[in-house]
């Protein structure tokens, strides 16, 4: 399998991708500045790639979508050892789970999503594609966060939200209202001081 990107996100995808056995042939970037990582060899992207299994490993929500749709591989999930995921709730392809995720029944998670350490994702929440939730943020039950949208580290969301697409929660804000498309949010309680759109 490859890696597409080697940023500093890649490091901790390819270290739960030794941790479940994976072997990971390369790792492709645009515009590489070393020769490897752990062992393994960063290659220049040419473009002429098709058919390998793959995780993006870009920290960058927009940009994970881009190659998405630009490259028809084979993406795959992985899941750090010490994540919690129930077995009844959906994760999409792509997506990746870190040290201490919890994702709990009923939750529906998109494709070529970030679930960073120590993230909770509590029953019955829907996570739109391309979604990053920070390290120790927590989702309680039956929020829904839109595309594109990156939750920031400690972030917390109270049941029942719905949270537009491509947002900014910033680091510690509290949800409790919900959130419009395009937002840049923060504080506690979060209030809403850019829109983007």
Do not use: Q
């Not at 590489?32 to 390998?52: A, H, M, R, S, T």
């Not at 994540?83 to 529906?108: D, L, P, Q, Y």
Request: glycine fraction near 12%; proline fraction near 4%.
């Amino acid at each position: 399998m490859i890696l597409f990107g080697a940023s500093m996100h890649s490091e901790v995808i390819l270290d739960l991708l030794f941790l479940n056995n994976f072997s990971v042939e390369k790792i492709l970037d645009d515009h590489p500045i070393n020769k490897e990582l752990y062992g393994v060899p960063i290659v220049k992207n040419e473009g002429n790639i098709e058919g390998d299994e793959a995780i993006i490993s870009i920290g960058n929500n927009g940009v994970r979508k881009i190659i998405a749709e630009k490259y028809d591989l084979e993406y795959i999930s992985a899941f750090h050892p010490r994540s919690v995921i129930s077995r009844f709730s959906k994760i999409g392809k792509g997506t990746v789970a870190m040290a201490n995720c919890v994702v709990n029944a009923g939750a529906t998670i998109g494709d070529h999503c970030i679930l960073n350490s120590g993230s909770i994702i509590e029953h019955d929440c829907v996570i739109e594609d391309f979604v990053h939730i920070s390290p120790n943020a927590t989702l309680a039950g039956n929020v829904k966060i839109g595309e594109g949208t990156h939750v920031g580290i400690g972030a917390c969301i109270i049941p029942g939200i719905i949270i537009g697409k491509w947002c900014t929660i910033g680091a510690g804000a509290v949800i409790t209202k919900n959130i419009p498309d395009f937002s840049i949010v923060v504080g506690n309680p979060g209030r809403i001081i850019k829109n983007l759109e």
